[in-house]
């Protein structure tokens, strides 16, 4: 079996897998139905099933707490390296993201029929720009030294992103012609 088989098919049961955490949290905060959610995840008001409001929603506490504490396996120097590294080859690197991985990936059939039902690709000119430069605002996020400690502003954006995949794939979940079984 050549290697892209094997991969493809290692691969092929996960893409229904999607982020379990983010998806149990997403499922439990009841919230304006906006745009912003990821934006607002940071500061907005927990509102449980039970129509009370809290902030100290204990999902929501046990996700930070879990996510405030490096696993041990880190190594910072190693992470600042690649930070560095980053930010040295920013330009070849933007430009491989751009027209290698983005225009490559987003080729994909199974990738592409995602695009086409959320837009990312499709809408307006300009709001695929905005949408590209956001992409390159959370990277940015990322770069800065200490930026992925926890509560760092790259940290916070990594976490936005998780949310913002999850109200994704909820969305289209609820959408009549999402067939999970043939989008794998």
């Given amino acids: 079996m050549a290697t892209a088989d094997r991969t493809a098919e290692q691969l092929t049961p996960l893409r229904q897998l999607g982020d379990p955490e983010a998806d149990e949290l997403l499922e439990r905060l009841v919230t304006h139905e906006g745009p912003n959610l990821g934006e607002d995840l940071f500061g907005i008001e927990i509102v449980d099933r039970a129509g009370g409001t809290t902030q100290s929603d ?16 880190l190594d910072t120097s190693k992470l600042q390296r690649g930070q560095d590294v980053f930010i040295t080859y920013a330009p070849a690197a933007g430009a491989t993201l751009f027209y290698v991985s983005l225009v490559g990936g987003f080729s994909a059939p199974l990738v592409t029929k995602v695009l086409r039902a ?7 000119p300009p709001r695929v720009a905005r949408r590209l430069a956001e992409t390159g605002h959370m990277i940015c996020e990322c770069l800065l030294s200490g930026a992925l400690a926890p509560g760092g502003d790259g940290w916070k954006a990594v976490l936005r992103v998780r949310f913002l995949h999850a109200r994704v794939r909820r969305a289209l979940k609820s959408r009549s012609y999402y067939r999970a079984n043939e989008w794998v």
Avoid: I, M
């Fill in 58 to 73: 204990l999902l929501v506490e046990d996700f930070f707490a879990r996510y405030s504490n490096p696993p041990e396996w």
């Fill in 118 to 124: 959320t837009g990312y690709l499709t809408a307006a």
